[in-house]
């Protein structure tokens, strides 16, 4: 008798695994009309390019080499507290989690330090879209005074020369150039490197043609992002980057990220009154591992930072539901650090 009840209980449980297998692929399912659905909305968007090139700055291994050694090095501040990875921390998605930085005197920023993965994929650089790229970007903060506070170009070049690795380096890097040890070769070496900061992610294998690469969750929440409207200011590659946007188009955008600082955005750099609270449209690649969030680092929850951009750009109040699930579609944006981009124990 109990050898009947042992085969009845291991023959209803097989039963109830057997139900429960049918169920979950009945439910992962995707029908051909839901599906061509997703690819409409995909259509939105473009694959990550393999490369992001400059002619005017061409990509060798040893300028790449070079720009590596020089991005992590904390000589390129006046005080030795800095580096480019200081606030850019490649190991921690090319951020550092806070408002706003701490320059080499301890001072803070006044703008949010983005993300430097993708960065040479954007139309310009920095908020306000003062710089043309990453090459002409990298020279800025190294003689910023509020961040790594170098004095002049000279200062920093006549510190590097006196290190014998820098005068192989620049010399393997620039071997046509009588002198090596410009500003420009500097910061030229070190865009060099951050055009090799791409971030490819299971989003890109779908845009490619996998269509298991996504789940249904993730590419419905792909559609609501398309359906609401983000893709006013984040389509193509990086899902956004690519334009200038006011920021609060019928609200005052402080009023929703309660910012203690009422930044005016590219006016500050343009003087015209078009340009008033005007920032750059941030991508959105990467973007649950680059908190906080907008020019101030204001909002620290990537869902109401979600809400925020729903009432201030499209004038909408997005449901929870919608918020989650535009969430679940951005989490699949986080691509894998480079590897070879990370600092090794011989540097």
């Not at 005017?56 to 000589?75: C, S």
């Not at 090459?135 to 910023?144: F, S």
């Not at 510190?159 to 393997?172: G, H, P, Q």
């Not at 979600?306 to 699949?332: H, N, P, R, S, Y």
Request: charged fraction near 25%; glycine fraction near 6%; include cysteine.
């Amino acid at each position: 008798m109990k050898r009947t009840y042992l085969f009845m209980a291991i023959a209803a449980l097989i039963f109830i695994i057997s139900c429960t297998s049918k169920s979950s692929k009945k439910a992962t399912t995707i029908s051909v009309e839901e599906m061509a659905k997703y690819k409409q909305s995909a259509a939105m968007f473009a694959v990550l390019p393999t490369e992001a090139l400059n002619p005017e700055n061409p990509l060798t291994k040893e300028k790449i080499a070079l720009g590596k050694v020089l991005y992590y090095d904390n000589r390129l501040s006046k005080d030795e507290t800095q580096s480019c990875n200081t606030c850019h921390d490649i190991a921690n998605y090319g951020v550092d989690n806070k408002p706003t930085s701490e320059g080499d005197n301890g001072g803070l920023g006044t703008r949010n330090s983005p993300t430097v993965f993708n960065a040479a994929l954007h139309i310009s650089q920095f908020w306000d879209g003062r710089n043309k790229d990453v090459e002409e970007q990298a020279g800025g903060p190294i003689l910023n005074p509020v961040e790594m506070a170098i004095p002049d170009e000279a200062f920093v070049l006549d510190r590097l020369k006196k290190v014998d690795e820098y005068k192989t380096m620049f010399s393997a890097a620039y071997p046509d150039d009588k002198d090596p040890f410009t500003y420009k070769n500097l910061t030229w070496a070190i865009g060099a490197f951050e055009r090799t900061l791409l971030t490819p992610s299971k989003f890109d294998k779908y845009l490619a043609g996998d269509d298991k690469a996504m789940t249904e969750a993730e590419l419905k929440g792909m559609k609501t992002f398309v359906d609401v409207g983000c893709t006013t200011c984040h389509s193509g590659a990086l899902l956004g980057g690519t334009l200038f946007m006011k920021f609060g188009l019928t609200v005052n955008y402080w009023d929703l990220t309660h910012s203690t600082v009422i930044d005016s955005g590219r006016f500050v750099e343009t003087r015209n009154p078009a340009d008033m609270y005007v920032f750059k449209s941030m991508p959105m690649r990467n973007i649950e591992k680059t908190a906080p969030y907008f020019h101030d680092g204001s909002v620290a929850d990537l869902g109401e930072a979600i809400k925020i951009m729903g009432k201030a750009e499209l004038m909408k109040d997005l449901t929870d539901e919608q918020v989650a699930e535009i969430k679940t579609f951005l989490k699949t944006l986080t691509g894998d650090i480079p590897k070879n981009a990370l600092l090794t124990q011989a540097q």
